[in-house]
């Protein structure tokens, strides 16, 4: 993979240069936030791995322009805290995944493994549009619609809701969902799904009744 190491301690940056292209990757650094968004936006990187605590702006900032401005390219976020709300923030930033700091260099390598096989096209997806009533989702387009109306959705949220628009009227449980929409990020707590299973409620206007809890056990996306 061609990959792009913004991470401001120097040191860090050139140690995980050399045992990233021991692994075969293509390895570009920047030490800020700035040079780190106009590498990133040169073609071919296929993932960035992305520092929070960078000297001009943080990891999260970084990312959300990223996605801000239709970048697809796999995010891996280095955070030294490790705090539900800061890896909640840096998902919902638009991060696919995340690793605390220190790590294992093995762990790092293995992530990069599953967001390169996430990122290679493959037969694995179906139906490029999913509805239920007046939700509508485009998964080609990465677009979701409530009457016609679009609707901006985080990418955990819109893999969120692409899992119930998969399973319309049947009831997953906080650990399908944690599974299916959250695939890389071992570490997420079932809490999380609670707090995005809100916000997509919220985003989703009058349409969000249509995800009912189902207490004690999960939610279902309504069918009906
Ligand atoms: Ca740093």
Redesign the pocket.
């Known amino acids: 993979m061609h990959l792009l190491v913004i ?3 120097e040191r860090l940056g050139r140690v995980l240069k050399r045992l990233l292209e021991e692994d075969r990757h293509v390895v570009d650094v920047a030490v800020d936030g700035e040079t780190g968004l106009d590498l990133a936006e040169a073609d071919g990187i296929d993932a960035v791995i992305l ?5 001009d702006m943080s990891g999260i900032e970084v990312a959300r322009r990223l996605r801000k401005r239709g970048s697809q390219t796999a995010i891996l976020m280095l955070t ?1 805290r490790d705090t539900v709300t800061d890896r909640v923030t840096g998902l919902d930033a638009g991060a696919d995944d995340y690793l605390v700091k220190p790590f294992a260099f093995e762990e790092l390598s293995a992530r990069l493994r599953a967001l390169g096989r996430r990122a290679e096209p493959g037969p694995r997806r179906g139906e490029p549009r999913l509805e239920a009533g007046p939700i509508a989702l485009d998964e080609s387009a990465r677009r979701v619609t409530v009457r016609g109306r679009t609707v901006d959705l985080s990418p955990r949220e819109f893999s969120l809701l692409e899992c119930f628009l998969r399973h319309p009227g049947q009831t997953l449980t906080r650990d399908q969902l944690l599974d299916q929409a959250w695939p890389y990020s071992a570490v997420v707590t079932p809490n999380a799904v609670d707090a995005y299973v809100h916000y997509l409620r919220t985003k989703l206007g009058d349409a969000g009744s249509r995800v009912e809890t189902v207490r004690g056990v999960g939610y279902r996306l309504s069918d009906a």
């Open positions: 991470e401001d301690d520092d929070i605590g960078l000297p030294a």
